[in-house]
């Protein structure tokens, strides 16, 4: 999995950053997928200046209605249809998203040629498509919001193949049933379980996608143990107080979660548009006297997982 930050201004794009957008590409040998996280506007300008068309979208995911991580939705779904898209399209997000996206579409006299589903979420399991899933867990803001915890399921440990031949097990059909962890009869009456001659399952990866929020008890369970952490630090320590009052964090607060939740790393986005790019490595630094894996996200940085 990879993420591509299109977005990383508060409230309003600056010269440096846009607002609110982060793709997901999932990379998967026989399942690619490309989920986008929010849609701030001018997010299809963005996606211009990637190798990434809105048309190879399966899964948009909303935090929540706030205008800096929703506006440029509307433009993004009237492009995919008019560059001739027919890839269905899931929409997901907090109550309103379908009356925001329906009067959008109707007030404009616009339409999607693809088929478009859109459904509001609760906390919990959001969606699960048998190798990831998505959970809602939700924040500390004045509008609904949610956060996004993305978990690849574990993979299946790699097949013993020489135990097998040793065991006298005939190579073929038989292995892919005991790759999937069953068992099969051989001809001599014995019963062999896949399990015996698999290696221990590799976990998955996991990832958690903040939308805005002052500290609360759901931002612990939804960062426990994940690879990669994105989260607001919209305001430097000094202004923890004015940040929390609008349902924002600082910087220090992104910190200590991270190390609260053992997290592998932070990415910090989300930055207020007083920073320009010395004031966002004060936030940097912040963040990093208490977490030392945190990195600051820039527009069109590119993150491995």
């Known amino acids: 999995m990879e993420l591509i930050f ?3 201004s508060a409230g309003v794009p600056t010269r440096a950053r846009n607002v609110t957008a982060i793709l997901l590409n999932l990379q998967h040998p026989t399942r690619a997928g490309l989920w986008l996280f929010d849609c701030g506007e001018g997010t299809q300008h963005q996606m211009l200046r990637t190798a990434f068309h809105p ?3 399966d899964n948009i995911f909303i935090t929540h209605l706030h205008g800096d991580h929703l506006f440029g939705l509307p433009g993004l779904l009237c492009s995919r249809s008019m560059a001739g898209n027919v890839q269905p399209l899931h929409i997901y997000g907090p109550k309103g998203i379908r009356e925001f996206v329906e009067t959008a579409l109707r007030l404009s006299g616009s339409w999607t040629d693809y088929p478009l589903t859109i459904e509001e979420v609760t906390p919990g399991l959001v969606v699960d498509d048998g190798l ?3 959970t809602a867990f939700p924040l500390a803001h004045p509008v609904e919001c949610y956060g996004y915890r993305i978990e690849e399921h574990d993979k299946p440990g790699a097949l013993n193949a020489a135990a097998l031949a040793a065991d006298g097990v005939p190579a073929g059909p038989l292995f892919q049933t005991l790759k999937a962890g069953g068992s099969v009869t051989l001809e001599d009456g014995r019963v062999i379980h896949g399990a015996d001659y698999l290696a221990p399952a590799e976990p998955g990866k996991k990832l958690a996608i903040f939308g805005d929020t ?3 008890p759901a ?6 143990n994940v690879d990669v952490m994105v989260h607001e630090a919209t305001l430097e320590n000094a202004m923890e107080e004015k940040a929390n009052s609008r349902g924002h964090s600082s910087a220090r607060q992104a910190a200590q979660l991270a190390v609260d939740a053992g997290a592998g790393k932070l990415i910090i986005t989300h930055i207020s548009s007083r920073y320009d790019a010395r004031g966002s490595v004060l936030l940097l630094e ?3 006297a208490l977490f030392a894996q ?3 996200a820039e527009d069109f940085a590119v993150v491995r997982i």
């Open 6 to 8: 299109l977005g990383t």
């Open 55 to 57: 048309g190879k979208l």
């Open 132 to 134: 990831r899933k998505v």
């Open 214 to 216: 002052s500290p609360c």
């Open 219 to 224: 931002s612990l369970e939804l960062a426990r």
């Open 286 to 288: 912040e963040c990093r």
């Open 294 to 296: 945190t990195r600051l």
